[in-house]
């Protein structure tokens, strides 16, 4: 899964989201998304990764091997 894909389907699930994605190992299958998003305020950080796993639910299961997650309230 490309890069601005994952970018662009977290914005989309989460509309007004800041959504940072990076290949730290540039190997494209190791990805960590940087999610800030105020639908997050109030909730644990379990229930917000929750959230954004729950976009890629499909692809968690072949293409897209981690997404590793720093979520947080804006």
């Known amino acids: 899964m490309k890069l601005e894909d994952i970018k662009s389907r977290i914005e989309e699930g989460l ?3 800041q959504v940072e994605i990076l290949d730290p190992m540039r190997d494209g299958v ?16 379990l229930e917000q990764h929750r959230m954004v796993y729950g976009l890629f639910s499909e692809e968690l299961k072949g293409e897209l091997h981690a997404l590793a997650l720093e979520t947080r309230s804006a």
């Open 30 to 45: 190791h990805i960590k998304a940087i999610v800030v998003f105020d639908g997050f305020s109030g909730k644990s950080l």
């Open 15 to 17: 509309a007004g989201a």
